[in-house]
């Protein structure tokens, strides 16, 4: 697809139209291919590497640019930048038919991905293949939303399994080191956060192996920083706990 803007001859190619309807009208942006998702999902921050001009259009095909008056009246400004911005992160994303569908299964099979590589069988510790999980997405009737990144549907996709199969994110080993003083009182303010306590050492310090969800980490990280005054460390053992093999369905 080749577009030409007669205000200034600039010869747009590879182009990905992203629309937004505002105050009745509709506004348009021209993106480069692949380039929007990157944007939404937080991997692509430099703007002039999604947005192929800072223009804002009424009509891309045809080159229309969009009147001053028409942007400060639907955006409450003209700054075509900004604009561009509020069209990238909240527009509909303009593609065929075959390129759509060609998208939904890529972001299915990367959002499957992330799925087998976070989680295991909480009975087994083993971990699922790729091609179980897409399974299993299948079988709960997954919709892909083009609109969230696909870690974020990815984290979606686990609660709903939960319902249907044995399946939880893999648990982080941590290792605590903790003064004794602050140690016994801490340990009680860590309790609900950790799965499983390993082992427990009384020296000079109290050291503690333990299993947690990924999704405490910050927490207990920031918790130990601040009872402790940042006395206390925390050590990443392994980022996952898991045994060799993969899961079947039995």
Same mark, same amino acid.
């Given at each position: 697809m080749s577009i030409f803007t007669p205000t200034n001859q600039i010869r747009l190619t590879n182009v990905a139209v992203v629309r937004m309807k505002r105050a009745g009208k509709r506004f348009e942006i021209a993106c480069y291919k692949n380039k929007v998702v990157g944007w939404?999902? !937080?991997v692509? #921050?430099?703007? &002039? *590497?999604?947005?192929?001009?800072? $223009? @804002? =259009?009424?009509?891309? $095909?045809?080159?229309?640019?969009?009147? #001053? %008056?028409?942007?400060?009246?639907? =955006?409450?400004? &003209? &700054?075509?930048t900004e604009i561009c911005k509020q069209i990238l992160t909240k527009g509909e994303v303009q593609v065929s038919d075959k390129e759509r569908h060609t998208q939904l299964e890529q972001m299915f099979r990367d959002i499957a991905t992330i @799925?087998? &590589?976070k989680c295991v069988n909480p009975e087994t510790?083993? +971990?699922?293949?790729?091609?179980?999980? *897409?399974?299993?997405? #299948?079988?709960?009737?997954?919709? @892909? #939303?083009?609109?969230? $990144?696909?870690?974020q549907q990815a984290l979606e996709v686990i609660k709903q399994l939960k319902e249907k199969m044995k399946i939880e994110r893999a648990h982080m080993r941590l290792r605590f080191l903790? +003064?004794?003083?602050? !140690?016994?009182?801490?340990?009680e303010k860590l309790k609900p956060l950790i799965k499983v306590i390993e082992s427990e050492d009384y020296g000079q310090q109290l050291?503690?192996?333990?299993?947690?969800?990924p999704g405490c980490f910050r927490e207990i990280d920031e918790l130990i920083k601040k009872e402790t005054k940042g006395?206390?460390?925390? %050590? @990443?053992?392994?980022?996952?706990?898991?045994?060799? !093999?993969? %899961?079947? =369905? *039995?």
């Amino acid at each position: 697809m080749s577009i030409f803007t007669p205000t200034n001859q600039i010869r747009l190619t590879n182009v990905a139209v992203v629309r937004m309807k505002r105050a009745g009208k509709r506004f348009e942006i021209a993106c480069y291919k692949n380039k929007v998702v990157g944007w939404r999902s !937080g991997v692509e #921050k430099d703007l &002039d *590497e999604v947005l192929q001009t800072h $223009s @804002v =259009f009424v009509n891309v $095909s045809k080159g229309q640019v969009a009147k #001053k %008056e028409d942007l400060i009246s639907a =955006f409450g400004t &003209d &700054d075509q930048t900004e604009i561009c911005k509020q069209i990238l992160t909240k527009g509909e994303v303009q593609v065929s038919d075959k390129e759509r569908h060609t998208q939904l299964e890529q972001m299915f099979r990367d959002i499957a991905t992330i @799925v087998a &590589d976070k989680c295991v069988n909480p009975e087994t510790k083993r +971990p699922y293949t790729v091609i179980l999980i *897409e399974r299993a997405m #299948k079988d709960i009737h997954y919709s @892909v #939303k083009t609109n969230k $990144s696909t870690k974020q549907q990815a984290l979606e996709v686990i609660k709903q399994l939960k319902e249907k199969m044995k399946i939880e994110r893999a648990h982080m080993r941590l290792r605590f080191l903790l +003064p004794v003083n602050e !140690g016994k009182k801490l340990k009680e303010k860590l309790k609900p956060l950790i799965k499983v306590i390993e082992s427990e050492d009384y020296g000079q310090q109290l050291e503690i192996v333990c299993l947690i969800d990924p999704g405490c980490f910050r927490e207990i990280d920031e918790l130990i920083k601040k009872e402790t005054k940042g006395k206390g460390s925390l %050590e @990443v053992l392994n980022l996952k706990d898991v045994e060799e !093999g993969d %899961e079947k =369905f *039995e």
